[in-house]
């Protein structure tokens, strides 16, 4: 199972940018999905996150600006980040809660993965 993430890049304040980040492999089902950061010198914090149903929860640093959604079909997360400021400079990383099919078919339990990160720069 891999988490593949796209769509950072270095934009200037007040601009937007759109985070994908899509799950490959074996899989069964895929639970809960998010999206951490972890800026220079910062610890790694949770940033957004949802649920199969589609429930949400936000850093309060970005709620109102930041948009996490996801397509099941495509087993795929999105962050849609608006009105960015420079202290949304960070690499951005994804996690999901998948359960995979193993060697001999059965399936594991669920098991949290994370994708390889990408970068966001948001200049003054």
């Known amino acids: 199972v891999q988490l593949q993430a796209s769509g950072g890049g270095l934009v200037q304040a007040g601009g937007s940018l759109t985070l994908s980040c899509a799950a490959s492999g074996s899989i069964f089902e895929i639970h809960n999905m998010g999206w951490y950061r972890q800026a220079p010198g910062k610890q790694r914090e949770v940033v957004a996150s949802?649920?199969?149903?589609?429930?949400?929860n936000y850093a309060g640093s970005v709620k109102g600006r930041f948009t996490i959604s996801r397509d099941n079909a495509k087993n795929t997360v999105y962050l849609q980040m608006n009105h960015l400021k420079p202290e949304d400079t960070a690499v951005y990383y994804c996690?999901?809660?998948?359960?995979?099919?193993?060697?001999?078919?059965?399936?594991?339990?669920?098991?949290?993965?994370w994708g390889q990160g990408t970068q966001v720069t948001v200049s003054s």
């Open positions: 949802i649920t199969v149903g589609g429930i949400t």
């Open positions: 996690t999901a809660q998948i359960r995979r099919y193993c060697d001999d078919s059965s399936v594991g339990p669920p098991r949290d993965h």
